[in-house]
């Protein structure tokens, strides 16, 4: 069993029974008044969305899943399809994937999680190299501190694609690292 405050975006917890995926959580209050978790979930065998807010230390069992590493082979809308090495494909709903859908790219390897023999998520790797196929030139006389643009990656939907803030001397055309768990820039991959 955890306790809320310790239960994170993309677990599996059992509510009155029945898996949930955490989809989004909102934390509120202080720690003179104790915390409350706003937690948007959705039923693993129905689909169905559930909103619930419960206090830091209500207790969950978190359902530890099966994992299979997976190549992502392509979008059929609204579906996202992963393959593995023996050519089986798993289906993935587009809100399953989480922040995953903005690094997604062709023949990308992760891991597919399964609940009951069904892939419901994948997991990337901690870190990805990525292009950046668009950013603005830096400023001229903008270079006090550590001053930051947007910078858009490649991915394999142009409608997901994603921005990530990169310092100034980052160029369209550079690859970069990104550490999947935060969204954050690492550094620059020289070839």
Not at 53 to 69: H, M, N, Q, S
Request: aromatic share 10%.
């Amino acid at each position: 069993m955890k306790p809320a405050k310790e239960v994170r975006v993309g677990n599996i917890i059992m509510v009155e029974g029945k898996p949930f995926i955490v989809l989004r959580s909102d934390v509120n209050g202080s720690s003179r008044t104790g915390f409350t978790y706003k937690w948007k979930m959705k039923n693993l065998l129905t689909n169905a969305p559930l909103e619930n807010v419960f206090r830091g230390d209500d207790k969950f069992d978190v359902v530890i899943l099966d994992k299979k590493p997976v190549t992502y082979s392509y979008f059929a809308d609204p579906l996202y399809v992963f393959m593995d090495e023996e050519y089986n494909q798993y289906e993935i709903e587009e809100e399953n994937l989480g922040d995953a859908i903005h690094y997604l790219k062709d023949g990308m390897e992760c891991e597919a999680v399964f609940y009951d023999g069904k892939a419901i998520s994948v997991e990337l790797p901690i870190t990805i190299a990525r292009e950046i196929v668009y950013s603005e030139p830096a400023v001229k006389g903008n270079t006090s501190g550590n001053v930051l643009k947007d910078a858009i990656i490649e991915n394999a939907i142009e409608s997901k694609r994603h921005t990530v803030q990169v310092p100034l001397f980052v160029n369209q055309g550079d690859v970069i690292e990104i550490d999947t768990r935060t969204n954050e820039y690492k550094k620059v991959v020289r070839g």
